[in-house]
C-alpha cells in the first residue's frame, strides 16, 4: 500500500473475483492471550487456517485487541496515508462511499456500499457518478456526514503542498489539467471549488470525469476519498488526530509510541454493514527492535504486528517448529525490489550492470527463502494481474545465478569497465531490508561495483527517499523498496511507480523519475479501456518498457509469515488488504 508498501493494493469490483469457502473453526479461547502449541490444540487453530478462510468465528464484544508494530505509519491522516496497514487500520476510523465486502480471500475485493446507499449510478458514456448517503450516518459528535464532508475530504488531496504523501488517483483522473489549487487556497467562501464534483443537496455526491476510466470506483473506495469535516481540518497536524466517521475514535496517540482507539458511540451498526466493532478497544504499541517484538508476540503480549510484514529470521524457526498453529504464510501481492533513480545513476548501461551482477537466489535468501521471502521476481508485475507474463525473464534471474559476463559487459558500455561507486538507501527499522541490501552489496562487489549501504529512518521515509532532491542531493543510486497494488490492474500496481505524471517532490513512488511519453501514453490508452483483458495486453506493453528502461530490479512475489494471537476472533486474510488480515473484522477472546 506503499508504499506502500504498499501497498498498497486493490483489485477491480469483480475481477480476479473467485469463490472463497469459508471454514469456520471453533475458538478455543481460554489460554489468556498465550501461545498455542506447534499442532494448533491449545488455542491455536492450525498452520494457514486463516489463509483465505475465516479462523475463530465469532459475535463476542468487549475486551481490548493490542496491535504492535516495528514501523509508524506515513502518515494516519486518511488523505495522506500510502502504507498498506495504514489503509487496513484506517477502516476503524474512516469510512468511504463504497468499501471492500468483508469477507476472505479474492470474495473481499468486490466492493459494496459503505456511507451511500448503493455502489454508484453510472451514467452510460461512464462520466458521470451519482451518489445517495445513507441515513443515520454520523460524525464522531453525532453531527450528520454530508456530501460537501465527502467533496471536502477529496479537495485535500489537491493541496500537496501541505498534506503530502497519499495516493493522487483523484485528482489525476478528476482534474486531468490540474486547474483546481485544493481547498487551502480555494477563493470560494465555502472552500468547495472543485468543480468535477458537485454537492447538490447534503445527501447526493456526483462525480463529473472529464475522461472514463474503468477503475473510479476502486479510488472512491480508498482511504484518500474519506469525509473531512472542515471545522475540525488541522491540516498537516490532522494525522495526530483524525477525526472519526467510523466506529473507533482517537483517545490518545504519541508518535512512535503508542495509539489508543476506543468505541465511538455515535456510530450506527445499522448503517454499516461491513465493519464489525467487536473489541472495545484497539491499541498499537510501537518498538523499534522488530526481534522483541516478535519474542513480545510469541509470549502473549500482544495480538499481532500491525505491519503485517513477517516473522523475523531470528524468532522464525522458533515459531515454525513450536508455534506453528500460530503461524500464516499467505501470498502478499506485493513486489519486493530495487530501484534505481536516473539522476544519480543516468547511464541505462551502469543500471543494467547492477541487474546483471545480482545473485538473485542470495536475495531471495536473504528475505527468508520461498517460505519467509516468496519466489524470485523477473518483472515489475505480480502474476495475478491482467498482462503478467512469470516467463518474461529480460535478464536471466529466474535461475537466481549473478551473470557476471553480462555485468562486466554492461560495465565497459557505460564507460566503468572497473566499476563505480554508490549508495543503497534502506530503511533503518527493516532488519529484512537491510539483509536484502547486503546481500545485494557483496554479489556487485564481485564486479566492481561499491555500494555503500545508508541507513534511513523508516518513519521519515516519504520526505527522504519520496523527495527527488534529498535522493539525488545523498547520492541514492539505489533504493530498496515493495509495493503492492492500490487496486490490482496495471493502473493500480504500475502507475505510481512508472508514470512519469506521478512524480512528485515530496511523498514521490516514482523513485526511478522514469517519464517515458510512450508509457504514460500506454497508461491513457489502457485507463478508458473497459475490456480487462484488453486493457491487460496494454499493461503487458508497459511492462516490457519498463524492463527494458532497466530502473528496477524485482526480488521476491512476497510471502510472509504473519502471527495470529490465540486470542483473535474472526481472522483471514483479505486479498483486499493485500494478504493481511482484515482488521476491521477481528475481535478478541477476553
Given at each position: 500500500m506503499t508504499l506502500m508498501s504498499s501497498q498498497r493494493r486493490r483489485i477491480a469490483a469483480g475481477a480476479l473475483l473467485a469463490a472463497a469457502t469459508m471454514v469456520v473453526t471453533t475458538a478455543c479461547g481460554g489460554d489468556g492471550g498465550k501461545s498455542g502449541d506447534k499442532d494448533g490444540k491449545t488455542g491455536a487453530s492450525g498452520f494457514n487456517a486463516a489463509v483465505?478462510?475465516?479462523?475463530?468465528?465469532?459475535?463476542?464484544?468487549?475486551?481490548?485487541?493490542?496491535?504492535?508494530?516495528?514501523?509508524?505509519?506515513?502518515?494516519?491522516?486518511?488523505?495522506?496515508?500510502?502504507?498498506?496497514?495504514?489503509?487496513?487500520?484506517?477502516?476503524?476510523?474512516?469510512?468511504?462511499?463504497?468499501?471492500?465486502?468483508?469477507?476472505?480471500?479474492?470474495?473481499?475485493?468486490?466492493?459494496?456500499?459503505?456511507?451511500?446507499?448503493?455502489?454508484?449510478?453510472?451514467?452510460?458514456?461512464?462520466?458521470?457518478?451519482?451518489?445517495?448517503?445513507?441515513?443515520?450516518?454520523?460524525?464522531?459528535?453525532?453531527?450528520?456526514?454530508?456530501?460537501?464532508?465527502?467533496?471536502?475530504?477529496?479537495?485535500?488531496?489537491?493541496?500537496?503542498?501541505?498534506?503530502?504523501?497519499?495516493?493522487?488517483?483523484?485528482?489525476?483522473?478528476?482534474?486531468?489539467?490540474?486547474?483546481?489549487?485544493?481547498?487551502?487556497?480555494?477563493?470560494?467562501?465555502?472552500?468547495?471549488g472543485l468543480k468535477a464534483i458537485e454537492t447538490p443537496d447534503d445527501k447526493t455526491i456526483i462525480f463529473k470525469l472529464p475522461v472514463a476510466n474503468g477503475d473510479f470506483l476502486q479510488m472512491l473506495a480508498m482511504p484518500a476519498a474519506s469525509p473531512v469535516r472542515q471545522d475540525k481540518d488541522t491540516k498537516a497536524k490532522y494525522g495526530l488526530k483524525p477525526f472519526s466517521s467510523g466506529p473507533y475514535k482517537w483517545e490518545s496517540y504519541t508518535p512512535n509510541k503508542s495509539i489508543k482507539l476506543v468505541r465511538n458511540d455515535k456510530w450506527d451498526s445499522k448503517t454499516d454493514t461491513v465493519r464489525k466493532a467487536l473489541p472495545d478497544k484497539v491499541s498499537v504499541t510501537f518498538t523499534t527492535n522488530a526481534d522483541d517484538m516478535d519474542n513480545r508476540l510469541v509470549e502473549g503480549e500482544y495480538d499481532l504486528d500491525i505491519n503485517a510484514t513477517g516473522v523475523g529470521a531470528a524468532a522464525r524457526q522458533k515459531v515454525l517448529q513450536q508455534h506453528k498453529g500460530n503461524v500464516d504464510n499467505p501470498q502478499t501481492g506485493f513486489i519486493r525490489y530495487a530501484v534505481f533513480p536516473q539522476t544519480v545513476i543516468p547511464n541505462i548501461e551502469c543500471r543494467k550492470a547492477i541487474i546483471y551482477a545480482a545473485d538473485s537466489k542470495s536475495l531471495q535468501t536473504a528475505r527468508g527463502g520461498p517460505q519467509g521471502g516468496g519466489d524470485i521476481a523477473t518483472n515489475m508485475l505480480p502474476p495475478a494481474l491482467k498482462g503478467a507474463d512469470a516467463k518474461a525473464d529480460p535478464y536471466g534471474k529466474l535461475g537466481g545465478a549473478p551473470d557476471l559476463a553480462k555485468a562486466k559487459e554492461a560495465l565497459k558500455n557505460c564507460g566503468k569497465p572497473n566499476g563505480f561507486k554508490t549508495t543503497i538507501a534502506v530503511r533503518n527499522n527493516k532488519k529484512v531490508e537491510i539483509a536484502t541490501a547486503e546481500s545485494l552489496q557483496n554479489s556487485l562487489k564481485a564486479v566492481g561495483i561499491d555500494a555503500q549501504i545508508d541507513l534511513f529512518d523508516g518513519a521519515q521515509t516519504s520526505g527522504i527517499i519520496g523527495s527527488p532532491k534529498v535522493v539525488k542531493d545523498k547520492g541514492y543510486g539505489i533504493i530498496i523498496m515493495g509495493w503492492g497494488a492500490d487496486f490490482p490492474t496495471g493502473q493500480g500496481f504500475l502507475q505510481p511507480l512508472v508514470d512519469g505524471r506521478f512524480i512528485l517532490q515530496s511523498g514521490n513512488n516514482n523513485f526511478s523519475q522514469l517519464n517515458d511519453k510512450a508509457i504514460n501514453g500506454l497508461f491513457d490508452q489502457a485507463l478508458k479501456e473497459t475490456d480487462p483483458t484488453k486493457a491487460g495486453e496494454l499493461y503487458k506493453q508497459i511492462n516490457t518498457k519498463v524492463s527494458e528502461a532497466a530502473v528496477y530490479l524485482p526480488f521476491t512475489h512476497e510471502k510472509n509469515i504473519i502471527w495470529r494471537s490465540s486470542r483473535l476472533t474472526n481472522v483471514y486474510t483479505a486479498d483486499a488488504y493485500n494478504g493481511r488480515y482484515d482488521y476491521a473484522s477481528l475481535g478478541v477472546v477476553k
Open positions: 483465505n478462510k475465516v479462523s475463530n468465528a465469532s459475535d463476542k464484544k468487549g475486551g481490548e485487541l493490542k496491535f504492535i508494530g516495528s514501523q509508524e505509519a506515513d502518515s494516519w491522516d486518511p488523505q495522506r496515508g500510502y502504507y498498506g496497514f495504514v489503509w487496513d487500520f484506517a477502516r476503524y476510523y474512516t469510512r468511504q462511499l463504497v468499501t471492500f465486502k468483508a469477507e476472505p480471500g479474492a470474495a473481499s475485493t468486490e466492493l459494496v456500499s459503505d456511507l451511500a446507499t448503493d455502489t454508484g449510478k453510472v451514467s452510460a458514456d461512464g462520466l458521470t457518478y451519482t451518489f445517495t448517503l445513507k441515513d443515520g450516518v454520523t460524525w464522531e459528535d453525532g453531527k450528520p456526514i454530508t456530501s460537501k464532508d465527502i467533496k471536502y475530504g477529496i479537495e485535500r488531496i489537491w493541496a500537496q503542498d501541505v498534506i503530502s504523501g497519499g495516493p493522487i488517483y483523484l485528482q489525476q483522473v478528476l482534474d486531468p489539467k490540474s486547474e483546481y489549487k485544493g481547498p487551502y487556497k480555494d477563493t470560494s467562501a465555502d472552500k468547495l
